[in-house]
């Protein structure tokens, strides 16, 4: 009698549990390149890491303030060269080891490992060596950096710790999911970790990664209720999104990311020397600047959603954006005028060079991206009014990094960058002139303008100052020249457009990466799957 | 059927002589952005609206028109050419010659020819034109499209070798030069006529689809594909308006089909 | 026999040249020995000329073939690095979602294109029926596939059905033509005088006279179908082996790509070999007729 009751009670529990897992559902935008999180620099292997993996010091993507993770708390001496952190206690790996110095000792060793190059460990060596990392006791490490560091305690955001003992790679790790099921190309499943130490946490039982390189497939199955989350909408379909399903979506405020155009000014590559001698010329690129109507970039092609550009910088990057630059005025006028001193002149609707040659140039983008095109067309025509010809040209983004990195056959390019980061530091790779992403100009063996030597010198000088108003300085005049010169011209920052299902509860979209699923483990999801709106 | 075919061609008239003077009935160049309007529904001035950078879509289908309407034909006319020389030759010689023109026909069909398009654009030089660029993917889809033609002239010349009046004209011993003149060609042709006739809307077909998948005509120019592309993930019952370019598609390709004689459909 | 192994021999030896070419294509093409994780600032020269390094493996054609095709002699179909995965996993992974929608496609092609052209054949007074059938058929012909893609999409249906849209049509028209010489000839008024069922003479006269060469279409209408496949899951992203060939090809995946190109060049080529096989003629597709 009492088995029977057992059995029944037993298959009573089966059938009232839940029988579909509340799982999280979201697009990627490509297959992770790599699932070891010291070895992640695409945005899909980002987000798999975001969730995934344990840090010391996590920075709140709403806030922008340093919260402690894997570290209980941290202290940095006042020279900016030592980091002490006292490690959280009772912490367990997935596979039940517990979590020590020792694990992150052994992470910092594995990770700046030479022959492993790793982009996350590029940010802990500097030019007078890497950082050296020890244990002081079972829950006590120590970081010692060679020279003052900026910002030394954010770096520590992008560090995943793994287990010191398991032998898999990647290794298990400590965030609030661990991978579950992975099919190439497809999807990938993460379920929680079920020993993450912030106890009842996280609320969903996984997340589901969709690979879907199609927006507009996204936006559908978004619609259908197939998707929760949305991280980036173009505008377009923001738009029609905000009609269809209003409340669903959001528009986060404007984004460190920027869209701009640039010429190129290399040696290398076949461009006739008449169109290098106009890239190098300031007066050109700044009359170029001018002609552009960056405010109906912003209203037609963003549709509001995105704000004209003074520089690198955006206004939302409170703590570093200079607020004495304005951004270019539209000012076909001043463009013209701007040319006549460098020596061009407008005949019958074609402006030439003081040779007579007739200014027109190519710009290219990648394709498959209707917003770029549309402010390439939209650039053509601004262009067309103080007479230069533009040939646009889309190209898949292989054949565009070959160009714009290795043969250097092209003139000018239209592109966007994601920042993911609001330290100046962060800039490093672009700015200096050495740098093989310095994209006007790459891998240049001493700098090939006075202006670029200053940059190269404000850089390195603010990067190893710990100071913030001496590094702001450094950083204010590095906006500066940009801004005189433009060697990239700065077009728009735009907004941090995404969607979120009605069904959701705890999202607060955020304008830095990830924006929607950075409290991935808070998130709950209303039982049942609804459609979109009808 | 008859009535259908004459409707047909009035179409096509029609639909031409509207692409060829498109200043005529749109209200702006192609290319010209009224900016205060983006994205506006249809009205007394763009009857169709205007696109995403205020663009007159009439103007943008009528010009997108010409551009299939011109480039379709002259590629249809390129692959039948090389089909009808290719195909003709492996036909006439037989033997080896016929097994290696038949093999390569059958290599050509079964490139990765989207690969091969993503490759020559990329390879193009940045000045071309966006004109000449199209012009170039046209004419590297008919130089690509030779062989399935090729293989069914191939075989219409075979079985002509094989016919009593070849037969005959070669025992009264006239030259090789006056058989292939005065008994295959004539034969042919109307073989290589309904081979044409599949493939010029085959290939506005194949442009629509390139469009589609963002390989086709470069901005500025429009193209039938890159206004499909307005359809992406919308819902035609919203915006009927967007269905312009598909209707005309349509009518165009089902006019060529009707123009087409029955018993020459293709599977 | 002979015959036979001479077709075979030729068979392997195309598509082997297939799979070359599109190696050779790879190799050349721009991009191939570029990272899209090149363009992330935060990748220090250290890691930005490990990444660079790592592509160089591609630029030696010669050797990268002569280690596929000994991989190749093992069953190794190599290693697709841009989705991380052996190749041979990944085709595993994907055939069957490409396989039950190209049967689901020629099923519902079949049933719906072979049901619309036998009434055409059996009832001579059926001409409504026959224009509004041969109507529809051409307007879904005159649409591209991938527009067809695009309208089931936002209608919520699946790549599947995509493809019946695509092929019933052409199935139909085919059909009906070979359907109507078939129900026109002498046996069938002489069983039909004799009072035998109009479902036996579908059965016993109609289709076995017209057996050849609906088999023929059978064999075509699958290589139509493999051919619509590709911009049909690119654009509906159905996890199968035609997008899975599309991110190959945008992203220069050349094991990946060879080995897709070689599949679909043995599946078109063997279905191309059945329509042609001696007795089974049907017409085929026509110049260009990719979309």
Request: charged letters at 20%; proline letters at 7%.
């Amino acid at each position: 009698m009492t088995l029977h009751r057992l059995i029944f009670v037993a298959l009573l529990g089966v059938f009232l549990a839940p029988a579909i897992p509340a799982d999280l559902h979201l697009a990627l935008h490509g297959e992770p390149k790599t699932l070891d999180p010291w070895l992640a620099a695409d945005e899909s292997a980002d987000a798999i890491a975001y969730l995934t993996e344990g840090v010391l010091i996590r920075v709140n993507r709403y806030t922008q303030q340093m919260e402690p993770e894997l570290a209980a708390s941290w202290k940095t001496s006042p020279d900016g060269k030592r980091i002490v952190f006292q490690l959280r206690q009772g912490v367990k790996f997935p596979d039940g080891s517990p979590f020590t110095s020792e694990d992150v000792v052994r992470s910092f060793e594995r990770m700046l490992d030479p022959a492993l190059h790793s982009p996350t460990a590029d940010t802990f060596k500097t030019e007078h060596g890497a950082v050296k990392v020890h244990a002081e006791g079972t829950y006590s490490v120590i970081a010692d950096f060679p020279a003052p560091t900026a910002s030394i305690e954010r770096l520590f955001d992008q560090v995943a710790i793994v287990s010191a003992k398991a032998a898999q790679r990647p290794a298990p790790g400590l965030g609030p999911f661990v991978i579950d099921e992975r099919r190439p190309g497809v999807s990938i499943r993460l379920r929680r970790n079920p020993l993450y130490w912030k106890s009842s946490l996280p609320r969903v039982d996984g997340v589901v990664f969709d690979i879907e390189q199609n927006r507009d497939l996204e936006y559908l199955r978004f619609r259908r209720g197939e998707l929760d989350l949305i991280e980036k909408l173009s505008p377009e379909l923001f738009d029609r999104l905000a009609k269809e399903m209003p409340g669903a979506a959001i528009d986060a405020g404007p984004t460190l990311d920027s869209e701009f155009l640039w010429f190129n000014e290399s040696q290398r590559g076949d461009i006739p020397d008449a169109k290098r001698e106009w890239f190098q010329s300031a007066a050109f690129r700044r009359a170029i600047s001018l002609a552009i109507n960056r405010a109906d970039l912003s209203r037609v092609v963003y549709r509001g959603h995105a704000s004209p550009a003074a520089g690198l910088e955006s206004p939302a990057n409170k703590l570093w954006f200079n607020t004495a630059l304005k951004p270019d005025p539209f000012d076909p006028a001043a463009a013209t005028n701007e040319l006549s001193r460098d020596g061009f002149r407008l005949d019958k609707g074609v402006l030439r060079d003081r040779h007579g040659n007739p200014v027109e140039f190519s710009i290219i983008t990648n394709a498959g991206s209707k917003t770029r095109e549309q402010m390439a067309t939209m650039i053509q025509q601004d262009l067309g009014k103080v007479g230069v010809k533009v040939t646009i040209v889309t190209l898949d983004f292989p054949s565009l990094i070959e160009r714009i990195s290795r043969n250097m056959n092209y003139e000018a390019c239209l592109l966007g960058l994601t920042n993911v980061d609001a330290d100046p530091s962060e800039m490093m790779n672009v700015l200096l002139s050495s740098a093989s992403n310095h994209p006007w100009n790459p891998s240049q063996k001493t700098p090939a303008t006075p202006w670029e030597a200053e940059i190269d010198r404000l850089m390195l000088a603010q990067a190893a100052t710990a100071g913030y108003h001496a590094r702001k300085t450094s950083f204010d005049r590095v906006q500066e020249i940009l801004h005189q010169q433009e060697p990239v011209i700065y077009l728009l920052h735009p907004n941090a457009l995404v969607a979120v299902s009605p069904r959701l509860a705890g999202a607060k979209p955020a304008v830095f990466l990830p924006h929607t699923f950075w409290n991935a483990e808070e998130l709950t999801i209303a039982p049942g799957r609804q459609g979109g709106a009808q | 059927m008859k009535a259908a075919r004459i409707g047909a061609i009035l179409l096509l008239a029609l639909v031409a002589a509207g692409a060829l003077m498109p200043e005529r009935w749109a209200a702006g160049r192609y290319d010209q952005q009224f900016r205060e309007l983006p994205d506006a529904p249809p009205s007394a001035q763009f009857p169709l609206g205007t696109d995403a950078v205020g663009r007159d879509r009439l103007s943008r289908l009528l010009y997108g028109t010409r551009v299939s309407l011109l480039l379709a034909p002259a590629a249809a006319l390129l692959s039948c050419l090389a089909a009808g020389l290719l195909g003709g030759i492996a036909g006439y010689a037989g033997g080896f010659t016929d097994r290696a023109i038949v093999s390569a026909a059958d290599f050509f069909l079964s490139v990765p020819w989207l690969l091969l398009l993503l490759i020559v654009r990329a390879c193009l030089p940045l000045d071309v034109s966006p004109a000449a660029s199209v012009a170039i993917t046209f004419a590297l889809l008919g130089l690509m499209g030779w062989a399935a033609p090729a293989r069914i002239v191939r075989a219409a010349v075979a079985s002509l070798m094989d016919s009593e009046f070849v037969l005959m004209a070669r025992a009264r011993g006239y030259s090789s030069w006056r058989v292939l003149l005065r008994q295959l060609l004539p034969n042919v042709t109307p073989v290589l006529l309904a081979q044409f006739w599949i493939a010029v809307p085959a290939y506005i077909l194949t442009e629509t689809t390139l469009g589609m998948l963002g390989l086709g005509v470069a901005e500025p120019l429009p193209s039938w594909g890159g206004l499909l592309r307005e359809l992406e993930g919308v819902s035609p019952l919203d915006q009927p308006y967007l269905l312009a370019p598909a209707i005309l598609l349509a009518a165009v390709v089902g006019s060529l089909q009707l123009i087409l004689p029955r018993e020459d459909y293709p599977v | 026999m002979k015959r036979f192994s001479r077709e075979m021999a030729r068979m392997i030896a195309l598509v082997l040249v297939t799979g070359v070419a599109a190696a050779v294509l790879v190799r050349y093409s721009p991009g191939t020995f570029v990272d899209e994780r090149e363009l992330n600032q935060q990748l220090g020269e250290d890691s930005l000329a490990a990444l660079r390094a790592h592509k160089e493996h591609n630029r030696n054609l010669a050797k990268n073939l002569v280690g596929y095709f000994r991989g190749l002699a093992h069953g190794d179909l190599g290693y697709s690095e841009s989705n991380s995965a052996p190749v041979r996993q990944l085709i595993a992974d994907r055939a069957p979602e490409t396989l039950r929608e190209l049967a689901i496609g020629l099923i519902g092609g079949w049933l719906i294109g072979l049901g619309c052209a036998i009434p055409v054949g059996r009832f001579r007074r059926a001409w409504a029926w026959d224009a509004a059938s041969s109507g529809a058929a051409g307007l879904v012909l005159s649409l591209p596939a991938a527009l067809i893609a695009y309208f089931c999409l936002t209608a919520g249906a699946a790549s599947g059905a995509v493809l019946i849209v695509v092929l019933a049509p052409r199935i139909f028209r085919f059909a009906r033509n070979v359907l109507v010489q078939a129900y026109g000839s002498a046996h069938v008024e002489v069983a039909r005088a004799r009072g035998i069922r109009e479902w036996t003479i579908l059965r016993t006269q109609v289709l076995s006279d017209a057996a050849p060469q609906l088999l023929a279409l059978l064999a075509s209408s699958a290589s139509m179908a493999i051919g619509a496949a590709i911009p049909v899951e690119a654009i509906c992203g159905s996890p199968g082996l035609g997008r899975l060939a599309w991110q190959a090809a945008t992203a220069r995946d050349l094991p990946l790509l060879m080995n897709l190109t070689m599949l679909v060049g043995l599946a078109t080529t063997l279905a191309m070999s059945l329509s042609e096989a001696p007795g089974l003629r049907a017409g085929r597709p026509g110049a260009g007729d990719t979309a």
